[in-house]
């Protein structure tokens, strides 16, 4: 079955595959065709099995692709993690345990993210790129940053829905009115890493991040 994106930006796929490997694919079998029925060569039907095994889709990724991440952590663009402890003595917070995460990555984005301590092992998430937000991640929780237009959140739910994921909360935050939003979603259930790619397939959305429990 021929299965086209919801976004145009999204890649194309029919069956278990996407078009690009369907093609390679098809391209190796025609290949090695010709190459058995004329030199009894057998290894590009190898070649052909081994590939389109390796570009098989589970969960919006293949194993060829997890290949290459992998490699391409350990050998080549392995993250680099730096920090440091910075005392705020000029802001009024609060709650007195208060922490202020800044996660800044190579581009030059930044994250900012406030936690507090509660007592007991609890903590509570107050903040995220100042604007005010309120969980505890005692959930498992879907993070949604997206601009503010009609239609997000009907999208997020019903990406919850496919995967028969139970909302237990649900909070929507936003700077302003038309500006960046940050959806909040708890949940009993898991939340798989594929439904990150599907939220994302909306064009409002910006980031996605899972907290699993």
């Not at 069956?15 to 490997?21: A, I």
């Not at 290949?31 to 058995?36: L, P, Y």
């Not at 030199?39 to 293949?62: C, S």
């Not at 202020?100 to 406030?114: A, F, P, S, W, Y």
Request: charged letters at 20%; glycine letters at 6%.
């Amino acid at each position: 079955m021929y299965i086209y994106p919801d976004n145009l930006k999204s890649k194309a796929s029919m069956w278990l595959w996407e078009l690009k490997d369907l093609a390679v694919t098809g391209i190796i079998v025609l290949v090695s065709v010709f190459a058995f029925a004329y030199a009894k060569l057998w290894f590009p039907m190898v070649i052909a099995g081994v590939y389109a095994f390796l570009t098989i889709q589970v969960e919006d990724t293949t194993i060829l692709k997890f290949i290459h991440y992998a490699c391409a952590y350990f050998l080549m663009e392995q993250q680099h993690y730096e920090w440091r402890y910075t005392a705020n003595e000029t802001e009024e917070v609060d709650h007195p345990n208060t922490v202020d995460i800044i996660m800044t990555n190579e581009e030059g984005q930044t994250l900012t993210v406030r936690g507090e301590s509660l007592g007991g092992g609890k903590i509570r998430i107050s903040r995220i790129n100042q604007v005010a937000v309120d969980f505890t991640g005692e959930y498992s929780t879907a993070i949604v940053i997206h601009k503010d237009t009609p239609g997000v959140v009907a999208h997020i739910t019903r990406c919850l829905a496919e995967d028969n994921i139970n909302i237990a909360f649900m909070k929507l935050f936003r700077e302003e009115k038309g500006q960046t939003a940050y959806s909040i979603v708890e949940s009993d259930d898991d939340l798989p890493d594929s439904l990150c790619g599907r939220i994302l397939q909306n064009p409002s959305v910006r980031d996605v991040m899972l907290v699993h429990l």
